[in-house]
């Protein structure tokens, strides 16, 4: 295909500079294990996993066989009312990984759908208590919960909501975590837990029997990595227990074994309601995202309902999807049989070290980490994204992709990485940034 202006007209592409872009195209044709090649052949090291999503890596033979053995057996089969067994095998084999108690899985087809998702079942499970009365939700600043418009409401990204209305009412935020004091800070920062506080503060301002669910990224991804800090997801627990709250983590950026373990619950020890997932579910090889759902939660929803009723009058076209199943079975049976969680866990030391070392770089302001997951602020240009921008085509050119928000540079390489690819990450942010100012 040639790459002209025309040619590109017809696909207006999701969060990005389409004028810029298309003037400018960044095109990636190709990818195996960690790294990508553009459309002239050149390699570029993946570090941002696709977009948190390839944790086992590109192109996965097992994953590509699986997907492909399933097309040509049972390519769909409707979800309401009839069951095809991947869907039973698959939910047995992502609740053996949740943290107990949370094994109910629901399964949608992204993280966005996740988090509407858990939002309508926060509101099943109030109205099957007969406290219909729960209609709001809390989220914090800086979140992002996804771009659906109940995840949008959620979002504390001002950019995501601001051009697409009030979206769903009775949403609010409190602070996000991150404080001057805690610049540089490798792990969970010593200052912040009482911030927790604000959670208690709003349901004691709107009355605590109105609230549904709080909804927390454990560390919040997309704004820049922002790491919990010590005793704040543990406060955020006790005040949802004290006042009937659900919990919600959104782990679909730390799940599947980017903190080090399973999910981040698992690492921070803080067991929420209901837990969103996506992305590295599938290593990011056919769209889907999940919900667990704690016992108490699904238990309360099934028995309000008529004996053979509808217990859950929600789902869509593609939930477990025959292709997306088996792309999630298979990648399952590669986390398992290559202990990619306990491989993140060995691998974080080093690469938290070696991101930490680019701290003297003049246009680095802040350095955040935990697993293997690093947000790197830019010093600010003469309006927001402008720095993250130029820093994520130079390090396309130099053979570098990473996501960037604003100006935030998220580093999260597969959980297959090897030292040396970590090497070549970092020897590439420092060639890239070493310029900028």
Not at 356 to 385: C, E, H, N
């Amino acid at each position: 295909m040639k790459l002209d202006h025309e040619s590109m007209r017809s696909f207006w592409m999701p969060f990005t500079g389409n004028r810029d872009f298309k003037s400018e195209p960044r095109m990636l044709v190709k990818a195996e294990g960690v790294y990508f090649w553009n459309d002239r052949g050149e390699k570029i090291i993946d570090a941002s996993s696709g977009l948190f999503c390839c944790a086992a890596g590109h192109c996965r033979k097992e994953i590509t066989e699986a997907v492909y053995r399933q097309m040509g057996t049972l390519d769909y089969s409707p979800p309401f009312q009839t069951g095809q067994p991947l869907a039973f095998e698959f939910a047995n084999r992502v609740a053996a990984l949740t943290p107990a108690g949370l094994d109910h899985i629901f399964f949608t087809n992204s993280g966005s759908e996740s988090v509407d998702t858990a939002m309508k079942i926060a509101y099943a499970y109030h109205y099957a208590r007969g406290e219909g009365q729960r209609q709001r939700f809390v989220s914090r600043e800086r979140a992002y919960h996804g771009v659906n418009l109940g995840g949008v409401s959620l979002s504390g990204m001002i950019k995501n909501r601001q051009a697409f209305g009030a979206g769903v009412p009775g949403v609010a935020h409190m602070r996000h975590t991150w404080l001057p004091e805690n610049r540089f800070v490798k792990g969970q920062p010593e200052s912040g837990a009482e911030l927790a506080d604000d959670l208690e503060r709003l349901a004691l301002n709107y009355g605590p029997d109105t609230i549904a669910a709080c909804f927390v990224e454990p560390i919040a991804g997309s704004t820049g990595c922002l790491v919990p800090p010590k005793g704040y997801l543990e406060r955020l627990r006790e005040i949802c227990t004290k006042y009937g709250i659900l919990l919600v983590f959104d782990e679909v950026i730390t799940g599947f074994g980017r903190t080090g373990k399973a999910f981040a619950a698992d690492s921070f020890g803080v067991m929420p309601d209901v837990m969103t997932m996506a992305k590295a579910l599938t290593n990011a090889a056919q769209p889907m995202g999940a919900v667990a759902v704690s016992d108490e939660v699904h238990d309360v929803i099934m028995k309000a309902a008529p004996e053979k009723a509808i217990e859950l009058f929600h789902g869509y076209t593609y939930s477990a999807h025959p292709a997306a199943c088996a792309a999630g079975i298979a990648t399952m049976d590669i986390f398992e049989k290559e202990k990619l969680f306990d491989r993140a866990a060995e691998m974080s030391g080093y690469f938290l070290d070696s991101i930490f070392a680019l701290s003297d770089l003049p246009v680095i302001t802040d350095i955040r980490g935990y697993g293997m997951l690093v947000g790197i602020d830019l010093k600010a240009q003469q309006q927001p994204g402008v720095a993250g921008l130029e820093a994520q085509k130079r390090l396309f050119q130099n053979g570098l992709n990473l996501k960037a928000t604003g100006d935030s540079l998220l580093v999260a390489p597969p959980l297959v990485s090897q030292r040396e690819h970590i090497d070549e990450i970092c020897s590439k942010l420092r060639e890239s940034l070493s310029s900028m100012t």
